[in-house]
């Protein structure tokens, strides 16, 4: 519905309503997170020059190994420019989009003093940036299998913690067009 949400039925009278893109991110999320293999980068056919504040430049070019863990190759570009070479594959639009990085910067800055947190919040920014986007078309076969892993169980919550489902009972339902 509205190309953001999935709504189906689990057999058991309850109405589920999916935010697709909630979902999505929380199934890349688990898969990078639990990646045992490098993740897949591609090489830009052009090097891209991203602008930052100082201290956010300074944030990322002091995690370039946690970058390069995760497909990011940059180097100091000088005055707060970080020029990236290549980038992780799946992101948005086939490249590294500045917004992305920007992001990457910032969560970095954050959390420098917990390794284990900017790790995360790397991986949360990558989750987002490749999981599919509310208005975007999806592919049936790819909504049912969203759909199941929620109403499993297995996916609660968006990486940020936002819930990516509600369910609603056939009585709720009754109640609110007042047949209860």
Known sequence: VLRTYIICEDGQEN????DKHAAHE???FDALKN???????QQLLSPLAVELSAEDAASLLEQLPLLEEFGFVCEDFGDGTVLVRQG???LEGGGVPPAALEELAEELRLNRADPAAARDSLLQTMACKSAIKAGMWSDPSELQALADKVQSGEIR???HGRPVAVKLSKYEMEKM????
């Open 26 to 28: 929380r199934v890349r």
């Open 157 to 159: 919550y968006c990486p």
């Open 15 to 18: 109405v589920w309503l999916i």
């Open 35 to 41: 990646n045992t293999q490098p993740v897949m980068s």
């Open 177 to 180: 067009f007042k047949r209860a």
């Open 88 to 90: 992780p594959s799946g």
